[in-house]
């Protein structure tokens, strides 16, 4: 599944390039999402198909529309993973009503790409060696770092380097699972992976386990809902270093080449930290300074 359009893909003339350069270096943050220019080798119109998250305050969020072709859809998207796929796609010439949004659970987003159900994932995605053999990565367009979200009442009686005896909550085939086995191998933990982060924050607020580890950008959205605001507070231990990626099927050569380009579109017209402004902010998120596309 690929850029859907009735038009040929046309070459971006080198006179539109130059203005671009010129107008990138003067820019800067105004706190607002800007609209794109094309990227070199796109044409306006065709449809997208993109995997997002569907219960990741801050991130990805969107309200389930029903099942077709084996996939879950969904409608109001919001997030920082939201804002960046809705700008690469416009880069790439395709509206954001031409966006059609499929649940990438962490379990799911590698079939989504290698079954041709998804032309992209935008979903908090890491990129790793492993995970290169099976897909191709544009980016970073994001880099985060795994921390422990716990309730507000047990930080005096958490230690985060001894967590013997405690139970820690992640999701399976992520990156977050494999660092807590790999820092606390030697510790007596008890770890919990359930299918999405939702559902450990919910078993965090009730008590059911004693601590979520997953990427700080990500704890820091379920820190900020009304839920738990006030009620869950990350601990501030940093452990690992999570470069997000825009995934795309195996051989996508050209296609990563233009994502890097609308991404560094991204960064560099202040839509960028607009987003993370936006999205993450309030929960009291120190942003950092972004990382550079295709390096």
């Known amino acids: 599944m690929g850029i859907k359009s009735s038009n040929v893909r046309r070459l971006a003339s080198a006179v539109c390039l130059g203005v ?22 796109a044409s306006e119109g065709g449809e997208l198909t993109i995997g997002i998250s569907f219960d990741q305050p801050g991130i ?31 880069a790439l010439g395709v509206e954001e009503s031409s966006i059609t949004w499929v649940k990438a659970d962490p379990g799911e987003r590698e079939s989504l790409l290698e079954e041709g159900k998804v032309d992209m994932v935008v979903s908090s995605y ?17 880099e985060a770092h795994q921390d422990l979200l716990i309730r507000r009442n047990d930080e005096e009686l958490l230690n985060p380097q001894d ?36 559902q450990c924050v919910e078993a965090l607020a009730e008590g059911d386990v004693d601590a979520v ?7 820091a959205g379920f820190a900020a809902e009304s839920d738990y605001k006030g009620v869950l507070k990350l601990m501030g231990e940093e452990f690992s270093d999570e470069p997000y ?19 560094k579109q991204y960064v560099d017209d202040g ?25």
């Open 20 to 41: 671009l350069a010129t107008s990138l270096a003067g820019c800067g943050s105004d706190g607002e999402i800007k609209e794109p220019d094309l990227v070199e080798g």
């Open 60 to 90: 990805g969020t969107a309200d389930e529309t029903g099942e077709e072709d084996g996939v879950t859809t969904g409608e109001n998207p919001e997030g920082f993973d939201v804002d960046t796929a809705t700008y690469v796609a416009k």
């Open 126 to 142: 890491t990129i790793t060696p492993e995970r290169e053999k099976v897909v191709d990565f544009a980016g970073p367009y994001f």
């Open 163 to 198: 967590l013997n005896d405690r139970t820690l909550c992640s999701v399976e085939n992520t990156t977050s699972a494999e660092n807590i086995l790999d820092k606390y191998d030697k510790a007596d933990i008890t770890l919990v992976l359930y299918e999405s982060f939702s």
């Open 213 to 219: 580890s997953t990427d700080n950008v990500i704890l």
């Open 245 to 263: 990626g825009i995934a795309v099927p195996k051989g996508s050569t050209e296609l990563v080449g233009q994502i890097n380009a609308a991404l």
């Open 271 to 295: 839509s960028w930290k607009a987003s993370l402004n936006k999205n993450v902010a309030d929960s009291g998120f120190d942003i950092p300074d972004p990382p550079t596309p295709g390096e």
